[in-house]
T-cell receptor, first 116, second 112 residues
Framework: DSGVTQTPKHLITATGQRVTLRCSPRSGDLSVYWYQQSLDQGLQFLIQYYNGEERAKGNILERFSAQQFPDLHSELNLSSLELGDSALYFCASSVGLAGVGTGELFFGEGSRLTVL | SQQGEEDPQALSIQEGENATMNCSYK?????LQWYRQNSGRGLVHLILIRSNEREKHSGRLRVTLDTSKKSSSLLITASRAADTASYFCATDAIGSWGKLQFGAGTQVVVTP
């Protein structure tokens, strides 16, 4: 158990809909990362937050948004869903920014999104 | 685009054999990390090697880093069936502000 909790574990929805994925980081971790894993794109970095502030942005679509709340949990919002958004979405947390301290990321078990 | 590229894409070995996989990357790094993922599960951190280190060991794992060639290797000695998983390298590039980039992974199957 990594200590990172993601909900829901599975989600099936229709095209055009909007979903929210939630992540609770490990106790004490200030950084939260979101990754998308699909068969054709591999593991893609989406966005990173550190102590409530956005710190790094990757290949995140404009239809997607995220935030980190004062209690450090994070939510990833996916809107106007398309078939191609079907993927496994991972949240990870770390003590600080990668490269500072251990740099080790602790991953949750992921939220599997299926868009029909 | 992905920073790291693993080679081979897939590897099939028998229990007791060693498994070696390689990772090449493009830019200068702060550190390089290896992770394991069992099918459909979350990734698990294995080992981190900093840019000023050349080799690191952790149990049956040995990681090397050659910054001049921008490459790293992961060796798993005396493989077990439980080592069956996908293995990913991830790079913390200088100036990336925490954007840890993962490669496509090497799928390892260890047969009893």
């Amino acid at each position: 158990d990594s200590g990172v909790t993601q909900t829901p574990k599975h989600l099936i929805t229709a095209t055009g809909q909007r979903v929210t994925l939630r992540c609770s980081p490990r106790s004490g971790d200030l950084s939260v990362y979101w990754y998308q894993q699909s068969l054709d794109q591999g593991l893609q970095f989406l966005i990173q937050y550190y102590n409530g502030e956005e710190r790094a942005k990757g290949n995140i679509l404009e239809r997607f948004s995220a935030q980190q709340f004062p209690d450090l949990h994070s939510e990833l919002n996916l809107s106007s869903l398309e078939l191609g958004d079907s993927a496994l979405y991972f949240c990870a947390s770390s003590v600080g920014l990668a490269g500072v301290g251990t740099g080790e990321l602790f991953f949750g078990e992921g939220s599997r999104l299926t868009v029909l | 685009s992905q920073q790291g590229e693993e080679d081979p894409q897939a590897l099939s070995i028998q229990e007791g054999e060693n498994a070696t996989m390689n990772c090449s990357y493009k830019t200068s790094i702060n550190n390089l990390q290896w992770y394991r993922q069992n099918s459909g599960r979350g990734l698990v951190h294995l080992i981190l090697i900093r840019s000023n280190e050349r080799e690191k060991h952790s149990g049956r794992l040995r990681v090397t880093l050659d910054t001049s060639k921008k490459s790293s290797s992961l060796l798993i000695t005396a493989s077990r069936a439980a080592d069956t998983a996908s293995y990913f390298c991830a790079t913390d590039a200088i100036g990336s502000w925490g954007k840890l980039q993962f490669g496509a992974g090497t799928q390892v199957v260890v047969t009893p």
